[in-house]
């Protein structure tokens, strides 16, 4: 009889190695973990740590929600969430990935409709999302959205610098390029050439990108977490400024006194994990829910 | 407490429990790997695989025998992706496999998982049902990090043995490592993390109302499983698209900590396992310290970076916020990100591309070292052996005398397996950006400027690396992109893998040389210092152009 040969038989083993593996630490390992799971005092955590109002499940307390209506408009009489680049939906987990130099916007075409299937084309860089968030929560909390390096109409105050010679020289033109005409320029005048509008088409890839700061306050009055986008898409806490920032405002759209709002954030904020670990956070989830519970 | 305060005693309790386990895991795995007696249940796993557990094998079958395992596995793990739906179809997608899981992504996560990368150019809940994630997937994430430890182990039997040709058994390596390191350590954690919040079912989860009559689906899933295993492998292939980042992956901050401590604990403990086996503790505290000082830096220099916060959007943002949790915030992300490409893990639980430019490059850097500081279970040691066996060559080059580690010259033999082991690695991170800058194929990133030419660096070293880790806005999920990042996964594993066990081989066949007065000692701050050097060199002259073209033109 022949003996099988030596590298047909290593072979062999590999693959009663791959079944044997897969049965104990694909199936054996896996299935007795959920059996420990779903052990009374897991089995909640394990399920989702959903949370029920007369016992119908209204949401997770470790997922976020949006507390907006059917137009996207925030609902005044909650905590509202930080923005999400998936809207908070568990099936398509996202982060939005623009970089810490997106700072140039794409317009759009004015000849496409821009609430077509498709769109017109244009794509916000995230100094853009930044300054329009900060715009935006400013208006409905009643404070100064302004930001560093965002105008006034709530994009990037951004420009596209010509200089004589390419990359140094006298300047000869500035174009502001987040801001479409026929909008009016976010500055005048810029080394005392005036600055234009941005028109959809031209190319001003030769100019040089200058962000510009303005006279915005380094601290601004909207938080960070209001105006960026969260890592899991599904972010259910606010940081302790945001929710003090909408105290007012959910206290006025809900008739009951502030300070019984304010007590409610304090109830609802976690601090750091034995003191050190993460950041203070307030869930908002279960903040909405205690203020729905008093009333 | 201050941000920064809260920060650093993050750090400093990680750096803590690690110490601690470095000398009781240490021990323990020792114990595991260079004991004698085969268990019972053992005994029966052997006879079932057809194996004679006491021979032992010379380096080449040694190789031919993690090869041959590595083929199976990519092969089985890439019909079963084919196949998925076929079986326990929880969730029911909408596609169809055919439209979800293409040939070149099923190539491309089965090469992810095996080489113990876990690229992933899908999205979890979006593609993977529960059957292939835990019965497919994460198998590979404890078979993988068994392979890679069993390597390092056999490179340190080479140091170890005199005049032998036998480096010992991989199928007694690869069982004793999955059933007596890895199982028992997930089994703890896992529980851990349910406590923690982390779920763990076979359900499709539940579909409710929210409080303002929207329809959100929470998802299910065996995650815990496989989330304990992702980071203790230091594989990092998230059940969910956003990885660690989601709640159900990592729900809380101190859950945070203990991952981050799981996919550092064994890449840092095994230098003990090294003392031990060439019987000199202080030759193991000595690769520890290169690894604890390159490993502290980064990690410093990411939270310096990220809580500065430079840049246009950051600072009109106030703080790097943007793609971090808030349960986390900036510190602990950094910390986590440095942690995760420090050691080839990949998992994260904030987004590297939307870091400022230089706390972006940290993970990049971090990863062109070469995964050594303290690297991917098992790789990060042998990895690290290589780079020291080079210092004492250039050493030995400058004081002109043959070179020698724990006894062992370093002939020209062993220079170049070193040497071709350290080459491999940027050679196919600089082929692969050039051709995917000179054939277009760089056009699906998603930010422009220096910043997107980051994304495609970012890809292919931490394809090569076997990171697994992204700047993920570009869009990979391409036949091209797919195919030419499973290539680099594919060779920057087993290429580096086949020299460390010609390396081991060549070194156990030797007799030991006496130390003798031109001998550099291996074991004394000198050397510690000549190794930091010589890692951070030979990275800076290899990859400083590719860095100046993304993230230092970015954010200089």
């Known amino acids: 009889m022949m003996r099988t040969p030596r590298w047909i038989s290593r072979h062999l083993a590999a693959v009663r190695a791959l079944v044997f593996f897969t049965v104990l630490l694909g199936l054996l390992y896996p299935l007795a973990i959920t059996g420990v799971a779903q052990l009374p005092g897991l089995r909640d955590n394990a399920n989702g740590s959903l949370i029920e109002v007369d016992g119908k499940p209204v949401g997770s307390s470790l997922i976020g929600q949006s507390f907006t209506d059917a137009d996207g408009s925030p609902v005044k009489k909650y905590f509202q969430s930080r923005p999400s680049a998936s809207g908070y939906d568990p099936d398509a987990t996202a982060a939005g990935n623009l970089g810490p130099e997106s700072i140039e916007d794409t317009l759009g075409d004015p000849a496409l409709d821009p609430n077509s299937a498709d769109g017109d084309g244009s794509k916000q860089a995230l100094l853009t999302q930044v300054c329009a968030r900060s715009k935006a929560v400013g208006e409905l909390e009643g404070v100064d959205g302004s930001r560093p390096y965002c105008t006034a109409d709530g994009v990037g105050a951004v420009l596209r610098v010509f200089y004589t010679d390419g990359l140094s020289g006298k300047v000869t033109r500035a174009v502001s390029v987040n801001q479409a005409c026929p909008a009016t320029p976010f500055l005048p005048s810029y080394e005392g050439v005036a600055v234009e509008c941005a028109k959809f088409g031209e190319d001003y890839r030769k100019g040089v990108l200058v962000p510009v700061r303005g006279s915005a306050p380094e601290q601004p009055a909207v938080p960070a977490d209001a105006v960026t986008a969260s890592g899991s898409s599904l972010d259910p806490h606010i940081s302790v400024d945001y929710a003090e920032l909408q105290a007012e405002r959910v206290a006025s759209a809900r008739g009951v006194p502030v300070d019984k709002v304010t007590a409610l954030i304090a109830e609802h904020t976690t601090g750091r994990a034995l003191g050190f670990m993460g950041e203070p956070a307030v869930n908002v989830l279960e903040l909405n829910l205690a203020l729905d519970r008093i009333q | ?556």
């Open chain 2, 1 to 556: 407490m201050s941000t920064t305060t809260a920060g650093v005693l993050f750090i400093l309790s990680l750096i803590a429990a690690l110490a601690v386990a470095y000398r009781y895991l240490g021990d323990y795995m020792f114990r595991v790997v260079a004991g004698e007696r085969h268990h019972r249940v053992e005994r029966g796993i052997y006879r079932v695989l057809g194996v004679d557990p006491d021979a032992e094998q010379s380096w080449g079958v040694y190789a031919r025998s993690v090869l041959a395992f590595s083929l199976i596995s990519i092969l089985g793990l890439f019909a079963f992706l084919r196949l998925e739906d076929l079986i326990f179809k929880v969730p029911d997608f909408a596609t169809p496999i055919g439209e979800r899981v293409f040939p070149h992504l099923a190539w491309n996560t089965a090469v992810s998982f095996v080489t113990n990368t876990n690229w992933q150019a899908y999205s979890g809940e979006a593609a993977m049902t529960h059957f292939v994630q835990m019965a497919g997937l994460a198998v590979q994430n404890f078979v993988s990090a068994a392979v890679g430890i069993a390597v390092a182990v056999a490179l340190v039997r080479g140091f170890a043995r005199r005049r032998s040709e036998q480096l010992g058994n991989f199928w007694v390596d690869l069982t004793r490592i999955a059933l007596r390191i890895l199982l028992p350590l997930s089994v703890v954690a896992a529980v851990v993390l349910l406590v923690g919040g982390v779920v763990q079912n076979l359900t499709d989860g539940t579909t409710l109302s929210t409080l303002t009559g929207a329809q959100q689906h929470i998802t299910g899933g065996p995650v815990a499983s496989q989330e304990v295993i992702k980071e203790l492998g230091t594989n990092g292939g998230g059940f969910y698209n956003v990885n660690s980042a989601h709640p159900f992956e990592n729900p809380n901050a101190w859950t945070d900590w203990l991952e981050i401590f799981l996919l550092t604990v064994i890449p840092f403990s095994l230098p003990r396992v090294f003392g031990r086996m060439v019987k000199d503790n202080r030759q193991g505290y000595a690769i520890l310290a290169v690894m604890a000082i390159i490993a502290v830096a980064s990690v410093a220099l990411t939270n310096v970076f990220e809580l500065g916060h430079a840049g246009t959007v950051s600072q009109a943002v106030g703080a790097a916020l943007e793609g971090k949790d808030i349960r986390f915030g900036v510190s602990n992300s950094a910390t986590f990100a440095a942690a995760t490409t420090l050691t080839s893990t990949g998992a994260v639980n904030s987004f590297h591309d939307s870091y400022t430019a230089l706390g972006g490059m940290m993970p990049i850097v971090n990863m062109m070292l070469g995964e050594v500081a303290p690297g991917g279970v098992g790789s990060g040691l042998y990895g690290m052996l290589v780079i020291a066996v080079i210092t004492v060559f250039v050493a030995g080059l400058m004081v002109g005398r043959t070179p020698e580690y724990l006894g062992k010259k370093i002939g020209a033999r062993e220079i170049k397996f070193a040497s071709m082991y350290f080459l491999i690695t940027p050679a196919l991170v600089l082929t692969g950006v050039a051709a995917a800058m000179a054939t277009g194929h760089w056009q699906t990133q998603l930010n422009v400027g220096p910043h997107g030419f980051s994304e495609v660096v970012y890809a292919f070293t931490s394809a090569a690396n076997n990171n697994g880790s992204a700047f993920a806005g570009i869009t990979v999920n391409t036949p091209w992109w797919d195919t030419a990042l499973g290539l680099a996964m594919l060779l920057g594993r087993f290429l580096p893998l086949i020299f460390v066990l010609g390396l081991a081989g060549s070194l156990a066949r030797q007799a030991p040389t006496p130390a003798s007065a031109g001998t550099l000692p291996t074991d004394k701050p000198l050397f510690i210092g000549m190794v930091v050097g010589v890692v951070v060199i030979l990275v800076a002259l290899t990859f400083l152009p590719a860095l100046a073209l993304g993230p230092l033109a970015e954010g200089l």
